[in-house]
């Protein structure tokens, strides 16, 4: 057993939260027992999970979209429902979202790069005033290739705008629902964008852009760095660990 403030305290420093404004609140979000010997990890808070997690023994449950997002809310309907059911069973929710986009190991969109051996990384995609993503360069690779290295490491079936070229040497990546910077890839002259769900705008964007866009869903797209972080504190602390995946096409 280890003491849930020092997992706490170790994911809220190396995921950098006192530097990273966001909409979430990252790090701890529901406080229960105070002595860990199993983390479940998951992408997004929802009863259907906290529940699965609970039969599978956890003390603490570590995901990336939480419950707490900058402004009070009534402890009413689903809500309640969900903060019932950990303080229930003395269950600790921590949560981290842009901390989890943007880290240069364990993030999403780092994972997704390596997943591709895309090469000279860079800083990309800004959501108010932080960048997010990733850019990089691939070796000159056929676009079904990339779509289907892709699916195949996040367990998703991609929605794909082909408007660019076929052999593509140039990629920029910000996971879950960034389709909305797509007009920065444009303006970079990427041969393709990834990201997790697409709207309406995009399919007009990626043609009058001459783009290739990528879409692996917005649950789908953000596994990765929730198993990087486990995979991570497991080699740092003496707990058991376990991803539960509540399956989401969206």
Not at 33 to 50: D, N, Q, Y
Not at 169 to 188: D, F, H, K, N, R
Request: with cysteine; proline share 6%.
């Amino acid at each position: 057993m280890v003491n849930c403030e020092d997992i706490i305290r170790f994911l809220d420093t190396y995921l950098n939260i006192a530097h990273i404004a966001d909409a979430s609140h990252n790090g701890l979000q529901v406080s229960g027992t105070p002595r860990v010997g199993k983390i479940v990890f998951g992408v997004s808070a929802s009863l259907e999970l906290f529940r699965k997690a609970q039969a599978a023994g956890a003390d603490l449950i570590v995901v990336h979209h939480g419950l707490l997002w900058g402004h009070e809310q009534p402890l009413t309907g689903m809500f309640r429902e969900r903060i019932a059911f950990l303080l229930k069973h003395n269950l600790n929710l921590a949560g981290y979202h842009l901390p989890l986009d943007r880290h240069p190991v364990v993030g999403h969109n780092a994972c997704l790069m390596r997943a591709l051996h895309a090469e000279q990384p860079q800083p990309f995609g800004e959501y108010h005033g932080e960048l997010i993503g990733f850019s990089g360069r691939l070796k000159p690779v056929a676009l079904p290739e990339v779509v289907s290295a892709l699916e195949a490491f996040c367990g998703a079936t991609a929605q794909v705008l082909s408007y660019g070229p076929q052999q593509v040497e140039t990629i920029g990546i910000v996971s879950g629902g960034a389709y909305s910077m797509l007009p920065q890839a444009i303006a970079q002259k990427l041969d393709v964008y990834v990201t997790g769900v697409l709207d309406e705008p995009a399919q007009e964007w990626c043609r009058e852009g001459h783009i290739n866009c990528i879409a692996l869903g917005h649950y789908n797209s953000e596994k990765p760095g929730v198993l990087a972080l486990m995979h991570l504190v497991a080699k740092q602390f003496d707990v058991q660990t376990e991803f539960i995946d509540v399956p989401n096409p969206i």
